[in-house]
């Protein structure tokens, strides 16, 4: 065999499995990808019932009840519409009322039927993805949001 | 005044650096053996200044000085002292210091070992060593000073975020860096042989050493993070893939097959241009998993605080390293001489395979990891990718993997024979199919995917013990040749069979932890039990304890294994009231290489406790695994053939035949 062909089946088989991994990353991108939503895009935006999603917001203040079996509902807001969530399990430390949370699950006549329920790891910090849903809906204050540390006073 | 001094060491250090990185450069170039022979002051005192840097701020934060702003953010008078310690990195600024005094350690090094360096190889590596040096150096200068001072010092600090007060704080990180920084030799090297424009066998055998040193320090980093991530975050998950995760495992995936390309350059002297730029993107992936991690792109704990300035200056540096590199790549590259022809069945080609699957399942990981971000930046629409789409993606191109890499170390260099090493992997094949076998005969039908799991890394288990065993000719002669042949074994074939065996003692584990975990979620009343896989718990009561800085719930668990009491599981909550934050401390109970793991939820008003209970069988081998594989890592680096310098190792033909494999 000479150099060249030597060359060719080299570059044809890592070819060759690139387009494996290209096939494969497509497939997974169909099936395994989650969309975020802002409670107003639940409203706006048609979206399949049964559709996998995840919502993020505020926690509503008084909307948080605790059922038999660890069942928990509460409702998402962004400060201009509310989703409510139910959830089996145990929600994280950091769950609580009037505070950023995310959840992820199947959108069933409106609400969520959430099998994953975040919090944010630290008090000083709003999961993004929350700022940005409510900077849509006009209820970030700037002020709150600026708190992150390192800077001197 | 001590901060200030730390402040000032590292503006020292800058100078150094700059100075490093521009004058052994203009020595190579006219042949100035003195101006070459500068870097080596340079890069000790470079490392000396940054030490002393980070010693002052490690005395900042012993003495709790809180007129430190970085201080008073992250620490707090009551926290013991290894977490005082260990806050020094346990936020943005300080563990940038950190990345730096690696850095420069890593600088230092080279220059005290690499005597026997060609000088102008030597000269080059510094100096790029040093620009990396400088850029990172003026980041933490002008946009992440840990020295700024208060205008008026605080009586107490802001504490260092709770979920950070563990002993995996004091080990993580600086292994992870070792591992990330670790690689900038190897691309110091990439850079200095194209400056060059002369690469060859001895080039591998000199970044082979440091390359397999950061790899055994980034696989116990990432390891020693996924326990950590495990047993802090109370679901009992070991790996999220979550981005800050897949950032670690980029470089790693990229590093170990730089490892390999390694080999097959040193050996055949083949693969040179590859291997350079393998070398420039492991280098690249861990500068990119530094960007994400710290520039608050992505929010997780591992991101401390987010400023956007922080974020566009790693980004030029980012794209100064990398998009320099790869240009002088392309310039550079078509001069490197084309080495050994191998053929298409041969240990050259395995080595290529092992790479070129590798570095897809790098790309997999690379696509999902930044995919969501470019979406959002260009459509808006906020996605995101979990652990389905890499199970579907990066899984079946670590299965293919994982099923070649037995063949690779029993095939011969340049030409192979595939149906012989085949026949010689018989019995790890007849193990691999046992395996599959046995566990469908004890678990049935119900994870269907688990027993060809186990098939696999048993099969990669027996295959590297097939590997020693054909090399020592084991069974087919008297066990005292044997034992012979095993003594002139070369550490680094033992360094492949350990390393080999361990990754199969991992994806044992994940298989067993995946596939075969049980759980309750479920809430408790003081004298109930709840029983899982065998196991009866009964929950005793809660009582109240206070630590140095928090007062913890504690929750008393008797363990019961057929009515015989085997432990008292404690599972707690903290509750830092500096910044009113609670965390999880799950009780770990390791039976075997299973795990029961118990963490707590809330306490609901009529007196009953929500708990999590699982038990993780094999869990354990994910974590013993990283060790095994470490210490194969380990075993190669003692090898005293990449001890460069060491006399050459055929001082009589009869060590040799070892190389290759026994026929």
Avoid at chain 1, 70 to 88: A, C, H, M, S, Y
Avoid at chain 2, 150 to 161: H, I, K, Q, T
Avoid at chain 2, 293 to 318: E, K, N, Q
Avoid at chain 2, 333 to 342: N, S
Wanted: glycine content about 10%; some cysteine; hydrophobic content about 50%.
């Amino acid at each position: 065999m000479t150099r060249k062909q030597r060359r060719l089946i080299l570059i044809g088989s890592s070819l060759g499995v690139l387009a494996i991994a290209a096939a494969l990353i497509l497939n997974a991108m169909n099936d395994s990808i989650v969309f975020f939503n802002s409670p107003t895009d639940i409203a706006e935006k048609h979206i399949a019932p049964g559709t996998r999603i995840r919502v993020g917001g505020l926690v509503k203040p008084g909307s948080v009840q605790r059922g038999e079996n660890l069942n928990i509902r509460f409702e998402v807001t962004d400060g201009k519409t509310d989703v409510p969530v139910r959830f089996q399990g145990i929600v994280p430390d950091l769950f609580r009322e009037g505070q950023g949370v995310v959840t992820e699950g199947k959108l069933e006549a409106g609400a969520i039927v959430a099998d994953m329920v975040l919090a944010k790891h630290d008090e000083r910090y709003m999961p993004r993805e929350v700022v940005d849903a409510l900077k849509k809906s006009g209820r970030w204050e700037e002020e709150a949001g600026q708190t992150s540390g390192g800077t001197p006073r | 005044m001590i901060p200030e001094l730390g402040h000032y060491a590292l503006v020292l250090a800058l100078a150094l650096g700059l100075m490093q990185a521009v004058a052994p450069m203009i020595g190579a170039y006219t042949r100035d053996a003195a101006l070459m022979r500068l870097a080596n002051s340079t890069a000790l005192m470079q490392f000396f200044f940054v030490a002393f840097s980070f010693a002052a701020l490690t005395v900042s934060y012993v003495t709790s000085d809180f007129s430190v702003a970085n201080v008073f953010e992250n620490s707090h008078s009551m926290m013991p002292l290894i977490y005082k310690m260990s806050s020094v990195w346990g936020n943005h600024e300080g563990s940038m210091l950190l990345w730096v005094l690696i850095l420069s350690l890593f600088g230092a090094m080279v220059a005290a070992f690499g005597a026997n360096l060609p000088a102008t190889l030597k000269a080059h590596v510094l100096a790029v060593q040093s620009w990396i040096a400088c850029a990172f150096y003026l980041f933490i200068l002008l946009t992440s000073n840990p020295f700024l001072r208060m205008a008026e010092a605080p009586l107490e600090g802001r504490d260092l975020n709770p979920i950070l007060q563990d002993p995996g704080l004091a080990i993580h990180p600086p292994l992870l860096y070792i591992g990330y920084v670790g690689f900038s030799i190897a691309f110091s090297f990439a850079i200095a042989a194209l400056i060059d424009g002369r690469i060859d066998a001895a080039w591998a055998r000199w970044v082979r050493p440091w390359t397999l040193a950061a790899w055994i320090f980034l696989t116990l980093g990432i390891a020693m993070g996924s326990y950590w991530a495990y047993y802090t975050l109370g679901w009992g998950g070991f790996w999220f893939w979550d981005p800050v995760e897949n950032a670690s495992l980029m470089p790693w995936l990229a590093g170990t097959a730089l490892l390999h390309s390694a080999v097959v350059m040193e050996k055949r002297n083949a693969l040179k241009v590859w291997t350079i730029l393998l070398a420039i993107l492991t280098f690249s992936l861990s500068l990119i998993g530094t960007f994400l991690v710290r520039s608050g792109v992505l929010t997780s704990v591992h991101s401390f605080a987010s400023d956007p300035t922080r974020g566009v200056f790693i980004l030029i540096i980012l794209v100064f390293f990398i998009g320099g590199s790869l240009s002088l790549f392309a310039w550079r590259a078509p001069l490197l001489k084309q080495g050994g022809l191998f053929a298409p069945i041969s240990r050259e080609s395995a080595l290529v395979f092992n790479n070129l699957f590798l570095t897809t399942a790098c790309l997999t990981v690379f696509v999902g990891t930044l995919y969501p971000l470019a979406l959002e930046a260009f459509t808006g629409a906020k996605i995101s990718v979990g652990a389905p789409f890499f199970n579907l993606t990066f899984g079946p191109l670590f299965v293919a993997l994982m099923f070649v890499m037995p063949f690779g170390p029993l095939l011969a260099w340049k030409r192979g024979d595939a149906l012989g090493v085949a026949q010689r992997l018989m019995a790890a094949f007849g193990v691999g199919l046992a395996a599959i076998a046995a566990t469908f005969a004890v678990q049935g039908g119900q994870a269907i995917l688990a027993p060809f799991g186990v098939g696999l890394a048993f099969f990669v288990m027996a295959g590297s013990l097939v590997d020693l065993a054909e090399r020592t000719a084991l069974f087919r002669g008297p066990l005292a040749t044997s034992r012979m042949r095993a003594a002139g074994l070369p550490r680094s074939v033992w360094g492949t069979a350990v390393a080999h065996f361990g990754l199969a003692v991992t994806l044992l584990g994940i298989i067993g932890a995946a596939s075969w975990g049980t759980e309750r979620i479920l809430s408790l009343k003081p004298t109930q039990t709840v029983s899982l896989s065998g196991y009866e718990l009964t929950f005793d009561g809660l009582v109240q304890q206070s630590g140095p800085n928090y007062q913890a719930q504690v929750a008393k668990f008797t363990v019961r294994s057929g009515g015989v009491p085997v432990a008292v599981m404690e599972p707690a909550k903290r509750n830092f009231s500096s910044r009113s934050m609670t965390t999880n401390e799950a009780a770990l109970l390791t039976r075997g290489a299973g795990q029961l793991y118990l963490s707590l939820g809330d306490a609901e008003p009529d007196g009953s406790l929500a708990i999590r209970l699982y038990y993780k069988p094999l869990v354990m081998l994910i974590w013993l695994g990283a060790v095994v594989m470490m210490l194969g890592g380990g075993l190669s680096l003692s090898d005293r053939r990449l001890r460069v310098g060491a006399p050459k190792p055929a001082k009589k033909p009869a060590t040799k035949p070892t190389l290759q494999p026994a026929e």
